[in-house]
């Protein structure tokens, strides 16, 4: 089950490429109701880990977000976490090169996940 969700003033755009391994989250992330904005997200990767590609790589392109997407940012990349026994796993955290904070978040959950391969990764804009 492939996840395509077009990108708001407070959501961020996301995908899913079952086939490609590949997970994108791009943007602000200050929903409402993060759970509810995220579960499809969710449910498709609880599916996929049945049968994951040999490479599964998320990019994380956050300009923003808030507190209640942190948790769901560190429930998604835990999601991953539990895969790594039958797909590689790694997590691209871009932030532009300007932004001490969102660099500082990345490198936050990069500890916090010290056993993923977990890049981050200054870009000039996005």
Request: charged share 25%; glycine share 4%.
């Amino acid at each position: 089950m492939s996840v395509k969700i077009e990108a708001s003033v407070k959501t961020p755009e996301i995908s899913m490429d079952e086939s490609g391994g590949l997970i994108s989250i791009k943007g602000i992330s200050i929903p409402e109701d993060p759970h509810e904005f995220y579960s499809p997200l969710m449910r498709a990767l609880a599916d996929y880990s049945n049968a994951p590609a040999a490479k599964t790589a998320l990019n994380l392109h956050l300009e923003y977000f808030n507190t209640s997407s942190t948790l769901i940012i560190r429930n998604l990349i835990k999601q991953l976490q539990d895969m790594q026994e039958k797909t590689q796993v790694v997590i691209n955290w871009f932030f532009e090169s300007d932004d001490e904070d969102m660099k500082e978040a990345g490198e936050e959950f990069k500890l916090l996940f010290g056993d993923v391969e977990f890049h981050v990764t200054a870009v000039d804009a996005f």
